[in-house]
């Protein structure tokens, strides 16, 4: 368990403000949540404690205090208004059920936190933390050190204020600060081949920061424990976390990773019989009709495989690329009607194509479609057939279609 999380619980006796960061805000006194969540009402007082409990060691000063708290607000006597502010924290701190004594001290325009009531805040205690593994000279307390640290970092720092530049810049510079201690904990794993608490350590980081390729780190780790069928079940999550749900692809490196498991995996022993029905797949899906959805490096694959068939078959092969536009014709690029325009762009290609096309959904609302064996006419005819499976009424979105012929690579010398 993180120092932070220690401290606080041994802490509660002794009369410490507990101060949590990380993935949102709260304040703990002796084990009583005191506020964990900005209301309208209260969020001067919220922003005015975040300001104050996290520059406590030099102070903030007055002036950037009331620039945060008001903005471009047209305030005649700012000062004033920020007494008001004032006062009534300290009159809801004492509330909350805080001894009595000055909680906010002004010197020399410079706000200051009481030195009277301690503060253990986790963002501190994780800078801590970090510090004191990139000094340790031993390589196992080192480990120990930087996976505390990973583990006291519980998610993004204040991130309902991340349009305010402090807070922004704080939590790009914690973010940065964790994934440094992830990337010197995985290298001191890798080394030791401690590939279990490697993968504990993946999967961890995934959950804290999605979209960061902490998916290699669980790979890895999965592949080099030669549990090749979970690394294809991460492998499937994870193409269709980033493709699917968030119209990105995995990152190289994981697809290296991919490749990797693909040379590594090794099957029983089995007749042809056995082996052709697993590849083919039709016992699983008997019912499969349309075209043939496959994630990238599938797709990818079979791109490259066409190519090289072209070189003594002489098909005609194209490549199409499927996007979804607004009324004006202009690619849309986000929100919760993309995602369901992407879904029925989906269904009315399947739909559309033959049973031998292959289609990937590239990113957000765009779906490239190999057409195998066909002519620049059939484009035409197939983009019909997608337009009148997609386009409901009088829907002012649509497709904008894109179609190149796939050309044979040149022969190497």
């Known amino acids: 368990m993180a120092e932070g999380i220690e401290k606080m619980e041994d802490s509660s006796e002794k009369s410490v403000l507990y101060v949590k960061t990380f993935g949102g805000f709260s304040m703990t006194w002796k084990e009583k949540l005191l506020t964990g969540s900005i209301k309208s009402s209260e969020s001067q007082f919220i922003y005015l404690m975040q300001l104050l409990l996290h520059h406590r060691e030099n102070g903030i000063e007055r002036d950037t205090v009331e620039e945060i708290l008001f903005e471009d607000r047209d305030i005649a006597n700012i000062h004033h208004s920020m007494q008001s502010v004032v006062y009534n924290a300290k009159k809801r701190l004492r509330q909350m059920g805080l001894p009595e004594t000055n909680y906010i001290e002004l010197k020399r325009g410079v706000f200051h936190w009481t030195k009277k009531i301690p503060v253990v805040e986790d963002a501190e205690e994780f800078e801590k933390l970090c510090q004191k593994a990139e000094s340790e000279g031993n390589d196992e307390k080192r480990l120990e050190l930087y996976l505390k640290a990973c583990h006291a970092y519980r998610g993004e720092f204040l991130p309902l204020q991340a349009g305010i530049i402090w807070a922004a810049q704080e939590a790009r510079r914690y973010s940065e600060m964790f994934c440094h201690c992830v990337e010197s904990a995985v290298l001191l794993l890798r080394g030791n081949e ?9 999967v961890y980081a995934s959950k804290i920061q999605p979209l960061s390729d902490w998916e290699t780190v669980t790979m890895e780790a999965l592949i080099s424990q030669n549990r090749y069928e979970e ?3 991460l492998y499937d999550e994870t193409v269709d976390f980033y493709s699917q749900k968030q119209g990105l692809r995995p990152s190289k490196s994981f697809m290296e990773l991919f490749s990797r498991l693909g040379a590594q995996l090794h099957h029983q022993y089995a007749t042809l019989d056995e082996i052709q029905k697993g590849l083919s797949g039709l016992e699983d899906e008997p019912a499969v009709t349309g075209g043939y959805l496959c994630p990238y490096p599938v797709f990818e694959g079979i791109y490259r495989i066409v190519e090289r068939m072209m070189e003594r078959g002489g098909q005609s092969v194209y490549l199409m690329l499927c996007t979804v536009v607004d009324s004006k014709g202009n690619p849309m690029k986000d929100g919760p009607m993309l995602d369901e ?3 029925r762009l989906e269904d009315a290609i399947v ?13 957000k609302g765009q779906y490239l479609v190999l057409l195998i064996n066909t002519t620049r006419e059939n484009c035409v005819l197939i983009q019909k057939r997608i ?3 997609f386009i409901i009424g009088r829907q002012r979105t649509g497709v904008q279609y894109y179609v190149s012929s796939v050309i044979c690579p040149p022969m190497k010398p």
Do not use: F, W
Not at 195 to 202: K, N, S
Not at 351 to 363: F, Q
């Open 194 to 202: 401690d590939y279990i608490r490697m993968e504990e350590l993946g």
């Open 341 to 343: 325009l992407s879904r």
């Open 387 to 389: 337009n009148d499976q």
């Open 351 to 363: 739909k559309s194509v033959r049973h031998s096309d292959t289609i990937n959904r590239y990113g």
């Open 231 to 233: 690394a294809q079940r």
